[in-house]
């Protein structure tokens, strides 16, 4: 790309790192299929030498998403969970974690049940009180690590405000953007530190492909990952670069469709007599709606609504049809969960509770289908 101007971010999303093949003038990156490289000599080679260290699709991926994010460097691993986990193991024996209330249950269990067997430990506090975040923080908090919105009550925390709070303790601000995507928001430019995706959801976008990735923003970060990416082998192979490469071209055009769906699922099953709450930043009510207009672009097609219990939520699960009960989000198809007993599943019934994930809470990853039919199959099950 040669510009005097700055490419926008549909433009780089196609582009960066992803210049035609020099050796064929293909479009699209190759999938290169390889274990190794060959060495023209001893200590010279033509910078890869083995697909675990370096593969030219996973480069291509990793500079893309760097460039969207607006990080120095992106790593991308066989997972979010991988991803997550090289991260946490920049951390030693003795440091401790800050960790947002409202998590993604992997995240709790990795923390939890991963990290304190060997000494990482972590304190929990609601993003939405700043004050609460502040008094979590010890003399060894190294890492604030937050969600917004969260999973699956769709909470938000002020990313600036979050930033400032780990910056005066003298830690680094992750921020899992999976949910949101950097189409729709940039925690870098709101003072994150690292970003971290579940490239499996919205940057794939058609559930064939399960990744994860870290963005950082200082070469210390960016050699502390590259070295776990290098030595624990979790990387993600060329196939599934490729997907994502192929996924993210089109990013700005499903999240804007994405985002279009969610806000008239929302609106709906807002004012439906048979729906209790309806967890929705994009809804004016929602206690939040305001920072979400200020830190985001769009409100994205994550939503949670309320049935009552869990009879209620069974009978809507077993009686839907065109929305798909799966476990994952941000495919083009409507996906519908129980985060109760899917995402959550592996917390004690009180622990679920106390987070706000009701045996009858439904999650929506509203797809790119018309509307009208999502809406149709979701009145259908309801009011039957």
Same mark, same amino acid.
């Given at each position: 790309m040669t510009s005097s101007r700055n490419p926008g971010f549909s433009t780089l999303a196609i582009h960066a790192g992803q210049e035609p093949d020099p050796a064929t003038g293909a479009v699209n990156v190759p999938i290169y299929a390889s274990s190794t490289f060959v060495q023209e000599e001893l200590g010279k080679n033509k910078g890869y030498?083995?697909?675990r260290v370096s593969n030219p699709t996973r480069t291509a991926l990793e500079t893309c998403l760097a460039s969207l994010e607006g990080g120095v460097a992106a790593h991308v691993f066989g997972s979010g969970t991988a991803a997550l986990q090289a991260m946490l193991m920049t951390l030693k024996s003795g440091d401790h974690v800050v960790c947002g209330q409202q998590i993604y249950g992997g995240t709790s269990r990795l923390l939890d049940r991963v990290m304190s067997r060997f000494g990482v430990e972590t304190t929990y506090a609601d993003t939405r009180d700043l004050q609460a975040v502040d008094r979590a923080f010890r003399a060894s908090t190294r890492l604030l690590i937050v969600e917004t919105p969260t999973n699956p009550l769709m909470e938000l925390c002020d990313l600036r405000q979050m930033a400032e709070i780990a910056h005066a303790h003298g830690a680094d601000l992750a921020v899992d953007n999976t949910f949101m995507s950097p189409y729709f928001q940039r925690p870098i430019e709101l003072g994150a530190d690292l970003v971290l995706h579940s490239t499996t959801k919205f940057l794939n976008g058609h559930s064939d492909g399960v990744g994860g990735a870290v963005i950082t923003t200082r070469p210390d970060q960016a050699e502390a990952i590259r070295f776990l990416q290098k030595s624990t082998g979790a990387v993600l192979s060329p196939f599934e670069c490729y997907l994502i490469l192929r996924g993210v071209k089109t990013l700005p055009v499903r999240m804007r469709q994405h985002d279009a769906n969610g806000r008239v699922i929302a609106e709906w099953l807002a004012g439906h007599p048979r729906v209790g709450n309806v967890y929705y930043p994009g809804l004016p009510d929602h206690p939040q709606h305001e920072l979400a207009r200020r830190q985001a672009t769009g409100f994205g097609s994550m939503l949670s609504f309320e049935t009552g219990s869990l009879e209620a939520a069974r009978r809507l699960l077993a009686r839907v049809r065109l929305c798909s009960l799966g476990e994952s989000l941000g495919g083009v198809e409507t996906l519908i969960s129980h985060p109760a007993s899917m995402s959550h599943g592996w917390l004690p019934p009180e622990a679920r #509770?106390?987070? /706000?994930?009701?045996? /009858? %809470?439904?999650? #929506?990853?509203? /797809? %790119?289908?018309e509307v009208e039919d999502i809406q149709a199959d979701l009145e259908s099950a309801i009011s039957s």
């Open positions: 030498e083995y697909s #509770l106390a987070a /706000g994930v009701t045996d /009858g %809470l439904i999650r #929506l990853s509203v /797809g %790119l289908e």
